[in-house]
C-alpha cells in the first residue's frame, strides 16, 4: 500500500490550487485524478462553450492568463490549456487514471482505493467538482419515451438532438446558452423559467464581473453572511454568456431571438408539460435583484470618488415576458423531440465510505473543513466566499485550508 501525508482527489483547478499550496509548506501529497488534468473541461462541456468570467479573472496561486486579449473569454481547449500548463509549472504529483472508489476512515487517516491500488493518508482533500451529476427532477420519468431526454454534460451542439423542437427546462447559465444556441440553429426552443439571476454582460463600460471584482462581491465570506448562507450556496448560476461580441443574454433578448418563455415546469402528464404562473413574479424579483446590485456598484463609485471615470449610472429595461404565457404544452402534438435539462448539477459522493453526508448526500462542512478529522473539500458552491466555485475562487479557498492543516500536522508532530 502506498503513502502520502495528503491526498487530493481531483486535478480540476480545485486540486491543482490544493496542490500548489500543499508544495509550497512541503506537505507531501499526492494528486489523484480519473482521467487526465481538466478532465471536466475536457469531457464534459459542450462544443461551443466558452468561460463567462473573463481571461484576467482565469487566476491560480503562482500563476494567471499573459495573452493579449485579458478582456476575452477562453475556449474549452483554451481553459484545458491553461490548467494543464498550470500543472505542469507548479510541478503537482499527480497520478492520471487513478478512479478513487471508496474511501474510508482509518486509524489516523485514510484508506483510498483506486482502480490503481490503495494508497493510506492522513489527510484528504475531496477536490472532485461540484458538477459532477445534472439534478434532474423526478418529474423527468413521466415524459413520453417518444421524446429525448437529456442533461448538459451529454449536450454537444444542435446537430446531435432529434429532430424537432427543444424544451429547455432552467433558465440559468446552462439554460440560456443551450437555448440560444439551439434557437439559432433554426429549432423551436421552449424555455421554461423558474428563479434564476439576471445579468449584463457589461454595466458603465466595465465587464460585470469586473463589476464585482472590485466592490468585492466574489471575497464576501460565509462565516459574515447576514442572509442564510445554505440558501446563498443553493442560488442559481447568473445569467451570463461569454462571447467575442461581448453580447448580454437574458431573457428579453432570448425571446426577440424567438425562444418561447414559459414558467417553471411543474408536470408532466400524458404528454402534456404543465408550467407554473409564477413567470411573471420570477422576471420582477431577478429585476429586482439585478437593480440593487447595480445600485451597489454605483454607491461603491461613489463612495471611492471615481464618478467622472465612468458614464452616468443607468437601468435596464425591465424583463418583458409577453402578454399572454400558456400554462401547458402538448409535447408531442407542438412538435418537441427533446428536452434539456439544464437543472443544475450535483457532485458525486458514492465513492465516499465515510459518514460525512446529509440526509440530502451534502458533504458536511465549515468552510471547506469537513466533518471528519483531517478531511477537507474544496470547490463547492459559496463554500467559504462567494466565489469558491469559480477558477478565481480556487487559489484563497486553498491558501486557508492547506494553512489549517498545517497546523494541524505541526500540532500532531509536536
Ligand atoms: C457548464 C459550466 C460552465 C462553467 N463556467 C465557468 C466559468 O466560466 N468560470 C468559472 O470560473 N467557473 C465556471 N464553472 C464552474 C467551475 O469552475 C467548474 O465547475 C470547474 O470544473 C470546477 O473545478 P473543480 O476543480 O472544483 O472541479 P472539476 O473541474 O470538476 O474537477 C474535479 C476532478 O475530479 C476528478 N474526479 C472526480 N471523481 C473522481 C474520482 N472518484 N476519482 C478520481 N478523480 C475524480 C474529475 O475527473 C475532475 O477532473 C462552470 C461550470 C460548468 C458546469
Excluded at 429595461?317 to 437543472?343: C, F, H, K, N, Q
Aim: proline share 5%; aromatic share 8%.
Amino acid at each position: 500500500m502506498k503513502f502520502a501525508t495528503a491526498i487530493i482527489i481531483g486535478a480540476g483547478q480545485s486540486g491543482l490550487a490544493m496542490s500548489w499550496h500543499l508544495s509550497a509548506r512541503s506537505i507531501d501529497h499526492v494528486v489523484l485524478e480519473r482521467g487526465e488534468v481538466a478532465n471536466s473541461w475536457l469531457t464534459e462541456r459542450w462544443d461551443s462553450l466558452r468561460l463567462l468570467t473573463p481571461n484576467w479573472q482565469t487566476r491560480l496561486p503562482g500563476y494567471a492568463y499573459s495573452g493579449d486579449d485579458p478582456d476575452g473569454f477562453m475556449t474549452m481547449p483554451d481553459v484545458i490549456r491553461f490548467l494543464q500548463r498550470y500543472a505542469s509549472f507548479s510541478s503537482a504529483p499527480i497520478v492520471t487514471g487513478a478512479r478513487v472508489t471508496r474511501v474510508r476512515q482509518r486509524e489516523g487517516g485514510y484508506e483510498v482505493e483506486t482502480n490503481l491500488g490503495p494508497w493510506r493518508c492522513r489527510k484528504l482533500v475531496v477536490a472532485t467538482g461540484a458538477c459532477n451529476i445534472a439534478s434532474v427532477p423526478s418529474l423527468a420519468a413521466d415524459l413520453p419515451a417518444r421524446v429525448a431526454s437529456l442533461t448538459p454534460l451529454q449536450y454537444r451542439n444542435p446537430a446531435v438532438l432529434p429532430d424537432g423542437g427543444v424544451m429547455v427546462v432552467g433558465a440559468s447559465a446552462s439554460g440560456i446558452q443551450l437555448a440560444r444556441e439551439i434557437r439559432a440553429a433554426g429549432r423551436r426552443v421552449v424555455l421554461c423559467v423558474g428563479e434564476h439571476v439576471r445579468m449584463p454582460r457589461s454595466y458603465r463600460l466595465r465587464d460585470i464581473q469586473w463589476w464585482m471584482d472590485v466592490i468585492g462581491a466574489m471575497d464576501v465570506r460565509y462565516d459574515t453572511m447576514i442572509e442564510d448562507i445554505e440558501r446563498a450556496r443553493r442560488l442559481p448560476s447568473l445569467q451570463l454568456v461569454g462571447t467575442p461580441e461581448r453580447v448580454t443574454v437574458n431573457l428579453n433578448s432570448l425571446r426577440k431571438a424567438g425562444v418561447e418563455l414559459v414558467g417553471r415546469l411543474v408536470g408532466l402528464c400524458d404528454g402534456k408539460a404543465q408550467f407554473s404562473g409564477s413567470l411573471a413574479n420570477h422576471c420582477a424579483l431577478a429585476d429586482l435583484k439585478l437593480n440593487r446590485l447595480l445600485a451597489s456598484i454605483d454607491d461603491w463609485v461613489n463612495s471611492s470618488g471615481l464618478a467622472k471615470q465612468f458614464p452616468a449610472p443607468h437601468r435596464f429595461e425591465p424583463t418583458d415576458v409577453g402578454s399572454e404565457t400558456r400554462l401547458s404544452l402538448d409535447l408531442i402534438e407542438a412538435g418537441i423531440g427533446s428536452v434539456i435539462w439544464a437543472t443544475g448539477y450535483r457532485p458525486d459522493y458514492s465513492w465516499l465510505d465515510v459518514p460525512v453526508l446529509d440526509r440530502k448526500g451534502r458533504i458536511r462542512h465549515d468552510g471547506g473543513i469537513v466533518a471528519a478529522p483531517g478531511m477537507y473539500v474544496m470547490g463547492l458552491p459559496f463554500m467559504r466566499r462567494r466565489k469558491s466555485s469559480f477558477i478565481d475562487g480556487a487559489g484563497d479557498d486553498a491558501a486557508d485550508l492547506s494553512a489549517h492543516m498545517s497546523q494541524n500536522l505541526n500540532r500532531a508532530a509536536a
